[in-house]
T-cell receptor
């Protein structure tokens, strides 16, 4: 049973426009959410995170929104750049003293010049 | 500061062979973990460790062994390789749990394993 779901396997966006990547979760015990970016033949790299006590976290061009009642989070990239083309994974953890991450299946973002 | 390193980058095994995937980190992180990535499955946790001498199972531990004799190293052993273990394996590390700002993990570049 997939506890973290990314229902869009791929997304194509024009350079300069907004990219919105979505993630849904089923486990109400999750209290920390992260986004990772992965280029081919490399390991995932941490992008941005959000605690369940917040509904928004912003870091430069990247903003993550959390809707706890809908068990939904989204990553907004504005403006999108060709270098943002990668696979984006949503991940979640439960409890203050655990580092165990549950990952979604990923969304391949292609930013067209 | 090399971060998280993994060796080898690529490996081909025959069914039934054994091997060890190496992982090392130089950030003095207490927490280390192994994930496998398969198409359409995302990353799944195999085993993890919260410090030297302490290991525990993740989501998909069967067929794999780990040990943690030092803070720096966390090898993953395949005792008898099976085609179902064909995957890309990632090692990761982070500061441990309570008192940390986030469970952000730092990943190595991965090992691509093929079992024939």
């Amino acid at each position: 049973d997939q506890q973290v779901k990314q229902n869009s396997p791929s997304l194509s966006v024009q350079e300069g426009r907004i990219s919105i990547l979505n993630c849904d979760y089923t486990n109400s015990m999750f209290d920390y959410f992260l986004w990772y970016k992965k280029y081919p033949a490399e390991g995932p790299t941490f992008l941005i995170s959000i605690s369940s006590i917040k509904d928004k976290n912003e870091d430069g061009r990247f903003t993550v929104f959390l809707n706890k009642s809908a068990k939904h989070l989204s990553l907004h990239i504005v403006p999108s750049q060709p270098g943002d083309s990668a696979v984006y994974f949503c991940a979640a953890s439960a409890g203050e003293a655990t580092n165990k991450l549950i990952f979604g299946t990923g969304t391949l973002l292609a930013v067209q010049p | 500061n090399a971060g998280v390193t993994q060796t080898p980058k690529f490996q081909v095994l025959k069914t039934g062979q054994s091997m060890t995937l190496q992982c090392a980190q130089d950030m003095n992180h207490e927490y280390m973990s192994w994930y496998r990535q398969d198409p359409g499955m995302g990353l799944r946790l195999i085993h993890y460790s919260v410090g030297a001498g302490i290991t525990d199972q993740g989501e998909v531990p069967n067929g794999y062994n780990v040990s943690r004799s030092t803070t720096e190293d966390f090898p993953l052993r395949l005792l008898s390789a099976a085609p179902s273990q064909t995957s890309v394996y990632f090692c990761a590390s982070s500061y441990w749990g309570q008192g940390t700002l986030s469970p952000e993990q730092y990943f190595g570049p991965g090992t691509r394993l093929t079992v024939t």
